[in-house]
């Protein structure tokens, strides 16, 4: 009986262990080697990942920026209210830098924190190449077009 429970916990160590390892090799490799499911290198970098990041914001006119370690995460732009609602235009990017989608936002606090899409959106492809029209009311999306 001891020795059963001595393979098993050798083989749970070593599964969790493994899983470890390929979640250490996933998170220590450019976007470059990320492969999709038909085996083609995917484009696509790695989410945004916020926690630990330091936030930087860069005001100029009517446009904040806000920086997640030097690279540009949103561009906030010419925020309004008009009766009691805010809105704002907002570009969101990529942590390759690359464009991911802009179109307006609506909010209560802050265009970030708390932001629905609303109206027309474009959205950008890995590349940064317009993948198409999203149309939202409110968060909910209405319709999609493909350029």
């Given at each position: 009986?001891?020795?059963?429970?001595?393979i098993i916990s050798l083989?749970?160590?070593?599964?969790?262990?493994?899983?470890?390892?390929?979640?250490?090799?996933?998170?220590?490799?450019?976007?470059?080697?990320?492969?999709?499911?038909?085996?083609?290198?995917?484009?696509?970098?790695?989410?945004?990942?916020?926690?630990?990041?330091?936030?930087?914001?860069?005001?100029?006119?009517?446009?904040?920026?806000?920086?997640?370690?030097?690279?540009?995460?949103?561009?906030?732009?010419?925020?309004?209210?008009?009766?009691?609602?805010?809105?704002?235009?907002?570009?969101?990017?990529?942590?390759?830098?690359?464009?991911?989608a802009e179109g307006i936002?609506?909010?209560?606090?802050?265009?970030?924190?708390?932001?629905?899409?609303?109206?027309?959106?474009?959205?950008?492809?890995?590349?940064?190449?317009?993948?198409?029209?999203?149309?939202?009311?409110?968060?909910?999306?209405?319709?999609?077009?493909?350029?």
């Open positions: 009986m001891r020795s059963f429970i001595l083989l749970w160590f070593s599964c969790s262990s493994s899983s470890v390892k390929e979640q250490d090799d996933i998170e220590h490799k450019s976007h470059q080697d990320f492969i999709n499911v038909e085996g083609n290198t995917d484009p696509c970098p790695p989410e945004w990942v916020a926690t630990g990041k330091t936030l930087e914001q860069k005001f100029n006119d009517s446009t904040e920026q806000l920086f997640l370690d030097g690279t540009l995460w949103f561009e906030i732009i010419s925020p309004t209210e008009n009766d009691g609602v805010s809105f704002a235009y907002i570009k969101e990017y990529r942590t390759n830098k690359m464009l991911q936002a609506v909010y209560h606090e802050h265009p970030i924190v708390d932001y629905v899409r609303h109206d027309e959106w474009i959205i950008y492809d890995c590349f940064g190449e317009i993948e198409g029209i999203v149309t939202y009311n409110n968060g909910v999306e209405i319709s999609k077009t493909a350029e």
